[in-house]
């Protein structure tokens, strides 16, 4: 299982647990979390056990949860799924089926991109964006100020222009 799928079933199950599963057994509880049905480290095992979970006994395999797996089956090596561990398992089933289909999309988006790109032509639309960025820009700067912004400018401009000759020519002296 890859590194991505591991954090995509990681992070999909604290959500279950926390928001769906206690919510599914004891609706409007407040004396329990979803972490008392399904702890942290049985979503970590789950989540590094380095394959697709399909049924009873390969939870039983990977994770002791007496709660979803049933008390009989850790003495008796059957593989009995109460209704938490079905919960759980079709959870997992819909994790890894979302998982399949997003990244069928982005393998197909790839596949939809051109295989090369000229330089020429990657350095033409780049330079065109920055030109009509830059003509933006400018119009959006010009159309914000106004009449007596452009003046205080030119005036400022002016003094310190005067400034600067003035000391030119006293230094000259």
């Given amino acids: 299982m890859s590194e991505a799928l591991e954090n995509v079933v990681r992070d999909d199950l604290y959500q279950w647990r926390d928001n769906e599963l206690l919510e599914?057994?004891?609706p409007g509880t407040c004396t329990l979390s979803g972490a008392t049905l399904l702890g942290d480290d049985v979503i970590e095992k789950l989540a590094?056990?380095?394959?697709?979970?399909?049924?009873g006994e390969d939870l039983a395999r990977h994770i002791r949860w007496p709660i979803?797996?049933?008390?009989?089956?850790?003495d008796t090596e059957t593989h009995h799924l109460t209704a938490y561990g079905e919960a759980l398992l079709a959870r997992l089933q819909t994790i890894y089926?979302?998982?399949?289909?997003?990244?069928?999309a982005q393998e197909a988006q790839l596949r939809s991109l051109?295989?090369?790109?000229?330089?020429?032509?990657?350095?033409?639309?780049?330079?065109?964006?920055?030109?009509?960025?830059?003509r933006s820009?400018?119009?959006?700067?010009?159309?914000?100020?106004?009449?007596t912004e452009s003046t205080n400018e030119e005036t400022t401009t002016d003094r310190q222009r005067g400034r600067g000759a003035k000391r030119g020519r006293s230094a000259e002296v």
């Fill in 24 to 26: 599914r057994f004891y």
């Fill in 137 to 147: 820009r400018t119009v959006n700067s010009d159309e914000e100020r106004t009449p």
């Fill in 48 to 55: 590094k056990c380095g394959e697709r979970i399909r049924g």
């Fill in 114 to 134: 051109p295989s090369e790109v000229s330089t020429q032509s990657l350095y033409e639309g780049s330079s065109t964006q920055n030109q009509k960025r830059q």
């Fill in 97 to 104: 089926t979302k998982y399949d289909q997003d990244v069928a």
């Fill in 68 to 74: 979803g797996l049933g008390i009989e089956s850790i």
